[in-house]
């Protein structure tokens, strides 16, 4: 692996990120096994002191398998970051730069970018998605459906 060895990999239903998510807002039913959306899934974690029972950090690189499905939200072509909580010591910015070189590896380069969606009342920060800009993402204007959940991303062209 070429990138930077903070992050490791693992599977959708990692006992030890399926705690870490259970504390997360995405979270459907807490205490289940799988923790990502059905189809393509990079899963990784960052190893913390409360290791093997609990990650530190956790993140899921995810899209449709692109023969049976497209994205409800029309943005195919784009990786997207469907999870991530950061409890370690280290900058959310600096995980999100590192793990990206991850869905490279697994995937190739996306025909357009890298994405995610942030839920500004349901994040403590009072800039929600803050850690996303600092890595070089940019904050869209694009809105889900209901209205509770803002998109940002990182075209390719940008790294």
């Not at 289940?32 to 409360?50: C, M």
């Not at 994205?71 to 409890?87: A, V």
């Amino acid at each position: 692996m070429t990138a930077a060895m903070t992050w490791q990999r693992t599977g959708r239903a990692d006992p030890a990120v399926a705690r870490l998510a259970d504390d997360h807002y995405s979270r459907q039913k807490r205490g289940a096994r799988q923790f990502s959306l059905n189809g393509r899934v990079v899963t990784l974690y960052v190893v913390g002191p409360q290791w093997p029972f609990r990650a530190a950090a956790g993140w899921v690189w995810w899209h449709p398998d692109m023969t049976k499905a497209e994205r409800k939200d029309g943005f195919t072509g784009w990786w997207n970051c469907s999870f991530f909580r950061n409890e370690s010591t280290r900058l959310s910015s600096e995980l999100i730069q590192e793990a990206i070189p991850w869905v490279n590896e697994a995937w190739g380069l996306p025909p357009f970018g890298y994405d995610t969606y942030v839920w500004p009342e349901k994040v403590r920060s009072t800039n929600p998605g803050y850690c996303y800009q600092m890595a070089g993402w940019t904050l869209t204007n694009h809105w889900t459906k209901d209205g509770k959940k803002v998109r940002l991303c990182l075209p390719v062209t940008a790294l």
